[in-house]
């Protein structure tokens, strides 16, 4: 009679883990399958977003921009949004030297570009026979004087080594920046288009190297001091100047940042819709902001 009891309450035991096994199992593939459900819903809901997000840049007219990297770029790149708004999707294409914006807006490439002042932009006219004019003033960027062997300007010695731009706009700019502070003479009839050769006077013997203007201050530690474009000081991290250009100067007003299009296009819509976008209080605080006094903007 126990044996039979026992092999009884054994049977009910078996039979009952056999259903709570099954039970769980169930349960198992039931959550497995609505976490299926729920990754597939969500695949699902991602894809659709991705297409929306398509659709609406399809949407938007191409808006294509050129521009160096600091800080025409990053600017450009804060009003992305606005004009996105104003039905145009901005495209930025960067460049790392002075000559291809404007070669590529010249062929077409472009639709305007920024990264330029205006003694440059008349200058490479001149010398290239393209037709590209400004249409608006954003910012001014100072140049300065950079320590390299050499940390102050009583500290150069006689035949110290001295790094400007090599295009004529902004070795001129340089040069008045030299001369500013004392270290040579230039010619005064020179101008905006002065030289090494319009040097009158130079009692250090100072050795003046011209080199590409983004190639400056990758080569400032083989030179004693060196004279560098804003843009190109900021994206080598360079912050201790030995002398800087005042924001009331000549060449505050002169050497200003802009839009430019090719002659022609002055008043299209997209030039307009980029103008308006880039000349607000908005924008004029994130330079303001972001920059310590690299870059001032000028409207």
């Known amino acids: 009679m126990k044996k ?4 009884l309450l054994l049977t009910l035991t078996l039979t ?12 198992s593939a039931e959550s497995s399958s609505e976490a299926e459900v729920t990754e597939a819903e969500t695949g699902e809901e991602g894809d659709e977003a991705d297409a929306e997000a398509s659709e609406e840049t399809a949407e938007l007219e191409p808006l294509i921009v050129g521009a ?11 009003i992305r949004d606005d004009l996105a708004e104003a039905g145009y999707d901005l495209q ?3 460049y790392n030297d002075y000559v291809l914006p404007n070669t590529a807006l010249e062929a077409g490439d472009l639709d305007a570009n920024y990264f330029q002042h205006v003694p440059y932009l008349e200058n490479f006219n001149e010398e290239n026979g393209t037709h590209i004019v400004a249409v608006a003033s954003v910012h ?16 150069l010695q006689e035949g110290a080594t001295v790094a400007v731009p090599n295009d004529t706009t902004n070795e001129a700019r340089a040069l008045l920046l030299l001369e500013a502070n004392g270290l040579i ?12 050769l319009d040097i009158t006077d130079n009692p250090l013997n100072l ?9 400056i201050p990758r080569s400032i530690e083989d030179v ?13 991290g360079l912050t201790e100047t030995i002398a800087v250009e005042s924001s009331e100067s000549e060449a505050a007003e002169t050497y200003r940042n802009v839009i430019a299009v090719r002659e022609g296009d002055e008043d299209t819509a997209k030039t307009q819709a980029l103008v308006d976008a880039i000349l607000t209080d908005k924008v004029r605080d994130f330079i303001t902001n972001n920059y310590d006094g690299a870059v001032l903007p000028v409207f």
Do not use: W
């Open 16 to 27: 009952g883990a056999l259903i709570s096994g099954c039970s769980g199992a169930s349960s």
């Open 224 to 236: 004693d001091i060196a004279v560098v474009n804003g843009n190109y000081a900021i994206e080598a």
């Open 4 to 7: 039979r009891v026992v092999s």
């Open 140 to 155: 001014f960027e100072p140049m300065a004087i950079y320590a390299g062997k050499t940390s102050s300007l009583e500290e």
């Open 207 to 215: 050795q003046i190297t011209e080199l590409e203007a983004a190639q």
């Open 185 to 196: 003479t230039l010619d005064p009839d020179a101008g905006l288009t002065a030289t090494v």
């Open 68 to 78: 160096v990297v600091t800080p025409h770029a990053e600017i450009l790149e804060y």
């Open 92 to 94: 930025i294409v960067e």
